[in-house]
């Protein structure tokens, strides 16, 4: 079973070592319990990479994830808290949930591009509270994802508020292919690594 995680892991890392566009900015985050709101003592854990780029309207979302204790059953970006860093915001992608992300299992990885110039990218609330057009969302999601405000959020049948979480971080600059290919490969060793210290 590990060995098959891991495997997908590093699927998911090498789908993630391909994306990157001049003018995007990227953003990773490592998920877990902790981070949930309120926390909780899930073994699980995840890391993703997030790439949005406002001006050709690219949002790319890659996620990989181990160790849930419940089934997964949803997982998309919130946005935006105050202050940034803590508490709950609503949903600001694509509901109930990111299309074609791996449900009813604990182990997973998951990619996907979205055009954000689309309606159907964005959470109709989302929208709405932000001038009820894309141009809107585009705008507060980016401010939301620069401040440290907006989350991922992996739930599952044990945890419908959801089961592992964390704040997305901006990359200090946009890495050049070799660099992002280079943290594509690193990121199964980081995941491993965390579980072990977890279990210890």
Known sequence: MKLRTLTMTAAACLLMSAMTAASATNYTVILNGQNEAPSNSSPGIGAAIISFDASSHILQVNVA???????????????CTAPPGSGTA??????PTFGGFPLGIHNGAYTNTYDTSLTASW???????NG??????EAAFTAGLNSGAAYLNIHS??????????????VAAVPEPSSMAMLGLGLPAVLLMARRRRKA
Not at 123 to 129: C, I, P
Not at 132 to 137: I, M
Request: aromatic share 8%; proline share 4%; net charge negative.
């Open 65 to 79: 994830f181990s160790g849930l204790l419940g089934d997964s059953s949803a997982a998309h970006i919130h946005c």
């Open 90 to 95: 609503g949903v600001a992608t694509e509901t």
């Open 123 to 129: 959470n109709n609330a989302f929208l709405t509270a």
């Open 132 to 137: 009820g057009t894309t141009a809107g969302a």
């Open 157 to 170: 049948s044990l945890y419908p508020a959801g089961e592992i979480r964390g704040f997305l971080t901006p």
